[in-house]
């Protein structure tokens, strides 16, 4: 048998029940399984949120996923068609990015909120960039998925911008999403070499 087939074997009888201490099961733990996330900020029209649920999609066309709770003014604005930007910060403007996540567009104008970071207009898409941000993704919709309480929200990417020479892992310190209101960054690069 090879190496690769002997992975794909059942437990041994009895392992689960003898590791039973080690293992605890939840119903509502969701918040485990998606961390450490890299935290964005994403803005919707001229509306800006933070968002740890985002992923790419595909490479050609290269489209790219957010995910945006219902509740949030972001969710309205993104059934009204509205275009996004996805804005790659570094942990630095992790507390504006906090800002942007607590509070709500149709209520409090965030742009003076924050204390760091200002809005420039995209350049081919009808919303805001960082004037911060490392990396930044112009997106029109692609696709709309509704789900109970949030909706998946696929971008195609119609332009990048990135600042040359920061975005090497070992240079940026990312604002990394713990679950439950934690945060850390990354703090050591490895470069795996085949």
Same mark, same amino acid.
């Given at each position: 048998?090879?190496?690769?087939?002997?992975?794909?074997?059942?437990? #041994?009888?009895?392992?689960?029940?003898?590791?039973?201490?080690?293992? +605890?099961?939840?119903?509502? =733990?969701?918040?485990?399984?998606?961390?450490?996330?890299?935290?964005?900020?994403?803005?919707?029209?001229?509306? #800006?949120?933070?968002?740890? &649920?985002? /992923? #790419?999609?595909? !490479? +050609? #066309?290269?489209?790219?996923?957010?995910?945006?709770?219902?509740?949030?003014?972001?969710?309205?604005?993104?059934?009204?068609?509205?275009?996004?930007?996805?804005?790659?910060?570094?942990?630095?403007?992790?507390?504006? /990015?906090?800002?942007?996540?607590?509070?709500?567009?149709?209520?409090?104008?965030? &742009?003076?909120?924050?204390?760091?970071?200002?809005?420039?207009?995209?350049?081919?898409?009808?919303?805001? /960039?960082?004037?911060?941000?490392?990396?930044?993704?112009?997106?029109?919709?692609?696709?709309?998925?509704?789900?109970?309480?949030?909706?998946?929200?696929?971008?195609?990417?119609?332009?990048?911008?990135?600042? +040359?020479?920061?975005?090497?892992?070992? !240079?940026? !310190?990312?604002?990394?999403? /713990?679950?439950? =209101?934690?945060?850390? !960054?990354?703090?050591?690069?490895?470069?795996?070499?085949?």
């Amino acid at each position: 048998m090879d190496r690769l087939s002997a992975h794909a074997l059942p437990p #041994p009888d009895g392992y689960f029940s003898a590791h039973q201490e080690i293992f +605890k099961s939840l119903e509502e =733990g969701y918040f485990l399984g998606y961390v450490p996330r890299n935290v964005a900020l994403v803005c919707v029209g001229e509306n #800006p949120l933070s968002v740890a &649920w985002h /992923m #790419p999609i595909n !490479k +050609k #066309p290269f489209l790219y996923g957010i995910a945006i709770a219902k509740e949030n003014y972001s969710h309205t604005l993104i059934e009204e068609g509205k275009d996004f930007t996805i804005n790659f910060l570094s942990f630095e403007f992790l507390e504006d /990015m906090l800002i942007a996540g607590k509070y709500h567009g149709n209520q409090h104008e965030k &742009w003076k909120l924050f204390k760091r970071i200002k809005p420039i207009k995209a350049l081919k898409v009808n919303a805001y /960039m960082v004037d911060t941000a490392l990396l930044v993704y112009e997106c029109k919709q692609e696709r709309f998925l509704e789900f109970e309480d949030h909706s998946l929200i696929i971008g195609k990417v119609e332009a990048i911008h990135y600042r +040359k020479g920061k975005l090497k892992p070992h !240079k940026v !310190k990312y604002p990394l999403h /713990m679950g439950k =209101g934690y945060f850390s !960054k990354n703090s050591r690069v490895y470069i795996y070499k085949r």
